[in-house]
């Protein structure tokens, strides 16, 4: 029997790193595999190698039972495998043909022939069922028919076997559905492969025939999917069992702590990113904010952190509105931080984790004495503590931040934010780019959090995050909130048509 893909001790070494330990994977025709694991597991340089972007150390690839050579991804759009990357490779003022076809554009003499070109892309379009014009420019296009464009790329390039990174991070739940009928009963069940990448196990279970596990660079095991459940596969990528649902009691809310009022930002193009958005935390309470990211989300959160001053509006903290806002004055007002990059906001990545660790507190008297000499004994023994009751491996007070696992640095970021007694907790994305086990934790943390009395508010893109959390959920939307819900009204289906803009009063109309 010949497989779509067939890798035989795939070994791929970096200075210090071993990326891909003697991998070996089959992946049948007519077929969705998905492949799973940890960040840093691996997956992403694996399939690097089988694109052609990187070469293996050793090792062997077999495509439709022939041994083949990758030696970039000219080899791999030869051989019928196309990729459609996490971040879009499309060019914005261009229409859906000319981007389709850019780089393989069909000639007449030294023309391009435009004409041969758009109708090949149109029967495409039409065969594959897509709600694509083909003369519409990408960047009047949403983010759902974008990656429809970046797959069509690879269907007019011949892919027989297409590779997906993390393809629904930027879909609605109702554009994730259009994507897996696509993949499942139209483009697989023609016969071809689908190789599929992500961390979200509810929908590996749902779109896949077979999965793959990768940990520490090594293949685990390949299981059918029927059968498998969401436990089950957490407990090959992290080698223990893990409690993928956060028990949480009722919440107890008490007075407003945080205020937000008619709170707008205008971008440098004149555009508001965040328009009128007006809503309050109170302390005991969870609130999520749920929407696919670029709706404001990140504009919003560093108007309350102080990171921006919002064009007008008021933003209150346990009742005060602040003269002249900034960080500083934002978290002596009692409010701490968990940044959606952690590399850019969260941590100093070539300081020592007793160093981030006391990041702007540096000058208070915790750790600094009278004459603005640093306490580094103090320092030293916060750093080892807070590593103990957060869990943070290794627990090195010298370490540099930038030598940490995503999953770790994140702990760092948690724990110093905790210390400082905060009233009003402000996480954005937390557990974005983290291990199932980091997960589970910051959950928890989060959680207790709010037990203990705070205002949390949680910014995430992952709407099974938002729900899994939040005691009431707003949605965002091209930087207006378009609706509110309390966690038992909300749903998958009701929050997925808030995040497309379909407001609810819109939906009952």
């Known amino acids: 029997m010949s497989y779509a893909i067939e890798l035989r001790g795939i070994t791929k070494r970096f200075p210090l790193v071993l990326a891909n330990d003697n991998i070996s994977m089959r992946v049948k025709w007519g077929s969705v595999h998905a492949l799973v694991g940890e960040n840093g597991a691996g997956k992403s340089t694996l399939m690097k190698i089988i694109y052609g972007m990187q070469p293996a150390t050793s090792g062997e690839i077999w495509v439709d039972g022939k041994h083949v050579q990758m030696h970039d991804p000219r080899d791999a759009i030869r051989l019928g495998i196309g990729m459609v990357h996490q971040h879009f490779m499309l060019v914005e003022p261009l229409t859906v043909t000319e981007n389709v076809i850019l780089g393989a554009e069909p000639t007449l003499g030294t023309s391009i022939n435009y004409a041969t070109a758009r109708k090949r892309v149109a029967e495409l379009i039409k065969q594959f069922n897509f709600d694509l014009d083909p003369d519409d420019k990408i960047e009047d296009l949403p983010v759902g028919l974008q990656q429809k464009v970046e797959i069509l790329k690879t269907l007019y390039r011949g892919a027989r076997i297409l590779i997906l990174d993390e393809p629904t991070a930027v879909l609605t739940p109702g554009e994730t559905k259009e994507l897996f009928d696509f993949l499942k009963n139209n483009y697989a069940k023609s016969g071809n492969s689908v190789i599929f990448i992500s961390h979200k196990l509810h929908e590996v279970l749902e779109i896949s025939d077979e999965i793959s596990v990768i940990r520490d660079g090594k293949m685990i095991g390949s299981i059918p999917t029927q059968g498998a459940t969401p436990e089950t596969i957490a407990r090959m990528m992290v080698g223990r069992d893990v409690v993928l649902r956060v028990d949480k009691a009722p919440p107890r809310p008490g007075e407003v702590a945080l205020e937000v009022r008619g709170v707008t930002v205008v971008g440098e193009n004149k555009k508001n990113l965040v328009h009128n958005v007006s809503f309050n935390v109170r302390s005991g309470e969870i609130v999520g904010i749920a929407g696919v990211e670029g709706n404001g989300q990140s504009q919003l959160v560093e108007a309350i952190t102080g990171l921006l001053r919002p064009t007008s509006g008021e933003i209150r903290y346990l009742g005060k509105a602040l003269s002249r806002p900034d960080a500083a004055k934002v978290t002596a007002a009692g409010v ?71 999953g770790n640095a994140q702990k760092l970021i948690v724990a110093r934010e905790m210390r400082k007694n905060p009233k009003i907790l402000v996480a954005s994305q937390p557990t974005r780019g983290v291990d199932i086990g980091a997960i589970e934790f910051i959950h928890k943390q989060i959680v207790d959090a709010r037990d203990q009395g705070l205002a949390v508010l949680l910014v995430s893109a992952d709407l099974g995050e938002v729900m899994n959390l939040s005691d009431r959920i707003l949605v965002m939307f091209e930087g207006e909130v378009v609706g509110e819900v309390s966690a038992a009204e909300a749903t998958e289906e009701r929050l997925g048509l808030m995040m497309a803009g379909v407001r609810p009063e819109a939906k009952t109309a």
């Open 336 to 406: 701490s931080h968990i940044p959606e990059d952690r590399n850019e906001r969260g941590l100093v990545l070539e300081m020592s984790t007793q160093e981030n660790l006391i990041l702007g507190e540096q000058r208070s008297k915790d750790f600094c004495g009278p004459l603005g000499l640093l306490k580094l004994d103090v320092i030293e023994r916060n750093a080892h503590e807070l590593a103990q009751k957060y869990d943070v491996r290794p627990r090195s007070a010298s370490l540099p931040a930038g030598r940490y696992s995503g």
